[in-house]
């Protein structure tokens, strides 16, 4: 279950909210209860985000940048898995394989975006967007210029703009569904504490390590 509480259908007033559960559950169907989307998805992220229409229409406008944008699909989409691969977010990178998969983007190309340093299936301009998009993740936007000097050789400065505003939007995206546990990353926290078998007292490691 997600963190927050998923509105239904019959709470909303926003015709724009409406307008999504209709086109992506069924008009039919109450999205906060019968889960469910036409892309197989659970689509919680949808009834969450209906919290606050302000920030479900402005979500939603932003996925209309895809509309008039200059940059190739492929590459756009490469820049979203691996952010989502490097943020963690099991929902993002999932999707934006799909999606990959759906522009006729190789099959060894999606398998190698997790370990895409040591793969040879991409080609250069691939490889900068790749480490372009893990310098905006793990780095926080600190890119090499040897990056930034393969992108500038191959795009124009609309699509590097393009590239880095919609690879940090799905950076974001992919902290929200973590962080609320929206979609795919509706999980519990994998690391925890391994606890001592009944018997055995704590000891101190360190000391038993170092000889001391």
């Given at each position: 279950?997600?963190?927050?509480?998923?509105?239904?259908?019959?709470?909303?007033?926003?015709?724009?909210?409406?307008?999504?559960?209709?086109?992506?559950?069924?008009?039919?169907?109450?999205?906060?209860?019968?889960?469910?989307?036409?892309?197989?998805?659970?689509?919680?992220?949808?009834?969450?985000?209906?919290?606050?229409?302000?920030?479900?229409?402005?979500?939603?406008?932003?996925?209309?940048?895809?509309?008039?944008?200059?940059?190739?699909?492929?590459?756009?989409?490469?820049?979203?898995?691996?952010?989502?691969?490097?943020?963690?977010?099991?929902?993002?990178?999932?999707?934006?394989?799909?999606?990959?998969?759906?522009?006729?983007?190789?099959?060894?190309?999606?398998?190698?975006?997790?370990?895409?340093?040591?793969?040879?299936?991409?080609?250069?301009?691939?490889?900068?967007v790749l480490a372009y998009t893990d310098g905006l993740v793990y780095d926080g936007g600190r890119v090499p210029d040897a990056v930034f000097e393969v992108l500038r050789g191959a795009l124009s400065?609309?699509?590097?703009?393009?590239?880095?505003?919609?690879?940090?939007?799905?950076?974001?995206?992919?902290?929200?569904?973590?962080?609320?546990?929206?979609?795919?990353?509706?999980?519990?926290?994998?690391?925890?504490?391994?606890?001592?078998?009944?018997?055995?007292?704590?000891?101190?490691?360190?000391?038993?390590?170092?000889?001391?």
């Amino acid at each position: 279950m997600p963190r927050l509480r998923e509105v239904p259908r019959a709470e909303v007033t926003d015709e724009r909210i409406l307008f999504y559960y209709d086109r992506l559950f069924g008009p039919d169907k109450d999205p906060a209860v019968d889960h469910g989307t036409v892309h197989a998805t659970p689509g919680d992220w949808w009834t969450v985000f209906a919290q606050s229409p302000e920030v479900f229409r402005h979500a939603v406008r932003g996925f209309a940048v895809y509309r008039n944008a200059t940059l190739d699909p492929a590459l756009r989409e490469l820049g979203q898995s691996r952010a989502g691969f490097a943020r963690g977010s099991q929902f993002v990178f999932s999707q934006h394989c799909k999606q990959m998969r759906s522009l006729g983007v190789p099959e060894e190309k999606i398998e190698a975006i997790p370990h895409w340093q040591v793969s040879e299936v991409f080609s250069p301009l691939e490889r900068a967007v790749l480490a372009y998009t893990d310098g905006l993740v793990y780095d926080g936007g600190r890119v090499p210029d040897a990056v930034f000097e393969v992108l500038r050789g191959a795009l124009s400065d609309q699509e590097i703009l393009e590239l880095t505003y919609i690879t940090t939007l799905y950076d974001m995206h992919a902290t929200i569904c973590r962080a609320l546990r929206l979609e795919y990353d509706d999980r519990p926290e994998l690391i925890e504490e391994v606890q001592l078998p009944e018997g055995v007292a704590a000891r101190d490691l360190s000391a038993d390590l170092s000889g001391a």
